[in-house]
Nanobody
Framework: QVQLVESGGGLVQAGGSLRLSCAAS????????MGWFRQAPGKEREFVAA????????YYADSVKGRFTIFRDNTKNTVFLQMNSLNPDDTAVYYC?????????????????WGQGTQVTVSS
């Protein structure tokens, strides 16, 4: 069993930055693919970014390319989402997720473990 805990969310002005963290306990993440998803009020959960366990493959949603960066520190069992140039459309609850098969990708159904989410609010 893996427990994922996100942190780093908050209120930021448009154009600002936040770094989200997702700390894992229970098992090492080093063989898992990790992803970030988000869900805005009244909308479905959507893919944001993912990275395979080796770090060789990284995926981003078109809406965040060039602004967000996913990276991981396997020694600390933590994955991060650096978010720059934030805009109000980025307002959502952000979730990290782990895929035990190591492939990840943009489909939420590929992931087996989820965190509880952290709120990100971007004011205009």
């Amino acid at each position: 069993q893996v427990q994922l805990v996100e942190s780093g969310g908050g209120l930021v002005q448009a154009g600002g930055s936040l770094r989200l963290s997702c700390a894992a306990s229970g098992r090492t993440l080093s063989s898992y693919a990790m992803g970030w998803f988000r869900q805005a009020p009244g909308k479905e959960r959507e893919f944001v970014a993912a990275k395979t366990w080796s770090g060789a493959n990284t995926y981003y949603a078109d809406s965040v390319k060039g602004r967000f960066t996913i990276f991981r520190d396997n020694t600390k069992n933590t994955v991060f989402l650096q978010m720059n140039s934030l805009n109000p459309d980025d307002t959502a609850v952000y979730y990290c997720a782990a895929d035990v098969n190591g492939k990840g990708g943009s489909s939420w159904s590929a992931y087996h473990y989820w965190g509880q989410g952290t709120q990100v609010t971007v004011s205009s």
